[in-house]
Nanobody
Framework: QVQFVESGGGLVQAGGSLRLSCAASGSIFSRWTLGWYRQAPGKQRELVAL???????NDAASGKGRFTVSRDNAKRTMYLQMNSLKPEDTAVYYC?????????WGQGTQVTVSS
């Protein structure tokens, strides 16, 4: 059963940057399309970005031009580089497969952007 562990969140001022990491168990990590998701208070969880097995990325409108997703299959790790952060980016960030696997959600990592 796959499990994901997110890290790298924190408190940052608007305009700042953070790099999130997502470590995964599972020997077939390289075969998965993966996604970064986030959930802000009072809102539904949303997809932020995804990356295919071949490294093709697709960023949601909210992060386009500011967020970059990448992966290192040898380390079974995915990353999300977030630049020019805005207060509306405040949320708990999660990683999972795309489409997500319900049983694989981790604890997430909190990102708080102050204005």
């Amino acid at each position: 059963q796959v499990q994901f562990v997110e890290s790298g969140g924190g408190l940052v001022q608007a305009g700042g940057s953070l790099r999130l990491s997502c470590a995964a168990s599972g020997s077939i990590f390289s075969r998965w399309t993966l996604g970064w998701y986030r959930q802000a208070p009072g809102k539904q969880r949303e997809l932020v970005a995804l990356i295919t097995t071949g490294g093709t990325t697709n960023d949601a409108a909210s992060g386009k031009g500011r967020f970059t997703v990448s992966r290192d299959n040898a380390k079974r790790t995915m990353y999300l580089q977030m630049n020019s952060l805005k207060p509306e980016d405040t949320a708990v960030y999660y990683c999972n497969r795309f489409p997500f696997e319900d049983s694989a959600w981790g604890q997430g990592t909190q990102v708080t952007v102050s204005s």
